[in-house]
């Protein structure tokens, strides 16, 4: 059964950083792309940042590029988001979620697992 656990949520005020982890299991994780995506009330689901399954390719949004990285550990079956610099517009629910193939993926449909969510809430 594959399980995917986001950890590292919390309530922060603005210009302060977290640490997102997700640790999957269930499945051969270096065979697989991750992804960290958030959803704030009344907004679609959208991809915070997407990282291949060797971790060599990456994408991250424009919205928080320079303050958010996406990284991961293949030893560890896990993957990280370090956002720095956090603002009250990124206050949301996180969501990891897994993909098979080579390539991150942008959309939400690609990926076939998730995670049940770690909320963010950046303080003004």
């Known amino acids: 059964q594959v399980q995917l656990a986001e950890s590292g949520g919390g309530l922060v005020q603005a210009g302060g950083s977290l640490r997102l982890s997700c640790a999957a299991s269930?499945?051969?994780?270096?065979?697989?792309?991750m992804g960290w995506f958030r959803q704030a009330p009344g907004l679609e689901r959208e991809c915070v940042a997407a990282?291949?399954?060797?971790?060599?390719?990456?994408y991250h949004a424009d919205s928080v590029t320079g303050r958010f990285t996406i990284s991961r550990d293949n030893d560890k079956n896990t993957v990280y988001l370090e956002m720095n610099n956090l603002k009250p517009e990124d206050t949301a629910v996180y969501y990891c979620?897994?993909?098979?193939?080579?390539?991150?993926?942008?959309?939400?449909?690609?990926?076939?697992?998730w995670g049940q969510g770690t909320q963010v809430t950046v303080s003004s």
């Open positions: 990282i291949s399954r060797s971790g060599d390719s990456t």
């Open positions: 269930g499945l051969r994780f270096s065979s697989i792309s």
């Open positions: 979620a897994a993909k098979s193939g080579t390539s991150w993926s942008r959309r939400t449909y690609e990926y076939n697992y």
